[in-house]
């Protein structure tokens, strides 16, 4: 049994942010189904690697769901998307405000169409407000919402993350919003529409930085891998030249950490009994940490910490996450067959549940793969589809 598998669900969004949202709601259960358009495709499908012009991307992104190729900028295809948000519990969408209204498929007539749709809109900006119309990415979310500015090195310039950060988490925020508005469907009986703008949901992993600017006028500065609320925490060289990151936002741990490296006096020193304290003698802290790590093989430092319940990790790149026991004995990674590639290697769900638990039951299918099942669920005969694929609206 999986927790969402009475749920059908259409993902008419591109690239990450809305179609992440479906794919966990695909992970356990849900049945998916991906409108792409049939010459185009998404244009997740062209990012990253590729094997053969098979792209590794969209076999995570799109791992779980039905693919269906429909035009929606034809009549024809947008009274598809109609047919099938009748029989459906969420559309996601990303298209700029308006688009949908243009297309005589705004919201309001879904959801007479359908009273239980919930239509889940995501856009860089919103539905509203002086920018909604504008083109935005995770890219402008991460610029506007203060983490460039707070991150990279105190003399450097402000640094963007490489890889799709706001879209990621703004798909996370977005599965949340429609486990809300279904739960609410619960007891109404009634959707609705959600308005998600992923210049928002990044704000919230980034602290309370209005809070502390409205009441005290605090404007977060780039400090490398350094926190501006504990102490020590950074990066540290080893001996043989690797790295290992350490944390101390636990006051027993920072204890435990000044001690291990020779400095049980600090511990006396009326500023180290906070994180903020320590974040003022943060030189003094990283040196000495620096310098016992530094005098060390990195498999003495972890085998130290762990021994002194310290915090502390080793820095890993793609090769140490492919052998680390730990992330084995999640099942962090699972191999799949392939219809493409043979077979392909994709993160699994991202937890576990006790009682109906996730699963990848597919990657990645070929654009328009499920089209004819999908139209067929929607009682269009074979000669219908077939018409419709000879005037190139669907593929």
Request: aromatic share 6%.
């Amino acid at each position: 049994m999986t927790s969402l598998a009475d749920l059908r669900v259409i993902d008419a969004a591109t690239l990450f942010a809305g179609p992440s949202a479906a794919m966990m709601l695909g992970d356990f259960g849900a049945d998916v189904i991906k409108i792409e358009h049939p010459r185009r495709g998404d244009p997740s499908r062209g990012h990253g690697a590729s094997v053969d012009g098979v792209g590794l991307w969209w076999k995570s992104l799109s791992r779980n769901k039905r693919t269906a190729a429909v035009d929606l900028s034809r009549a024809e295809g947008q009274e598809i998307l109609r047919r099938l948000a009748e029989r459906s519990d969420v559309l996601i969408e990303n298209f700029r405000p308006g688009t949908l209204e243009r297309w005589n498929l705004a919201p309001e007539d879904l959801l007479k169409a359908n009273p239980r749709l919930i239509v889940a809109r995501m856009t860089g900006f919103g539905q509203i407000g002086p920018m909604a119309g504008q083109p935005g990415f995770g890219t402008l979310a991460e610029a506007m919402s203060g983490f460039a500015a707070m991150t990279g090195e105190p003399d450097g310039p402000p640094t963007l993350p490489p890889l799709a950060l706001a879209d990621g988490i703004a798909g996370l925020a977005m599965s949340y919003a429609i486990m809300v508005a279904l739960h609410a469907r619960a007891a109404t009986g009634r959707g609705q529409v959600i308005d998600l703008a992923i210049i928002e949901p990044i704000l919230g992993l980034l602290g309370p930085q209005m809070t502390a600017y409205k009441a005290l006028g605090v404007v977060p500065r780039r400090t490398g891998n350094r926190s501006s609320s504990n102490a020590p925490r950074n990066t540290y060289r080893t001996r043989d030249g690797r790295w290992v990151a350490i944390s101390t936002s636990a006051q027993p741990i920072a204890e435990r950490v000044v001690t291990l490296v020779g400095r049980p006096d600090l511990v006396e020193q009326p500023w180290f009994a906070s994180g903020h304290g320590r974040v003022q003698h943060v030189d003094e802290l990283d040196e000495a940490v620096a310098t016992w790590i530094a005098a060390r093989d990195a498999d003495e430092v972890i085998a130290r910490f762990e021994e002194a319940q310290a915090a502390v990790a080793p820095i890993y790149d793609v090769t140490d996450l492919a052998t680390d026991p730990q992330y084995a004995a999640l099942g962090t990674f699972v191999e799949l067959p392939d219809a493409e590639l043979g077979t392909v290697t994709l993160q699994n769900v991202l937890f576990r549940l006790s009682e109906t638990p996730g699963e990848i039951r597919w990657p990645g299918r070929p654009l328009g793969h499920d089209t004819d099942e999908v139209l067929g669920e929607l009682d269009y005969p074979a000669e219908a589809v077939a018409a419709l694929r000879e005037a190139g609206v669907i593929a």
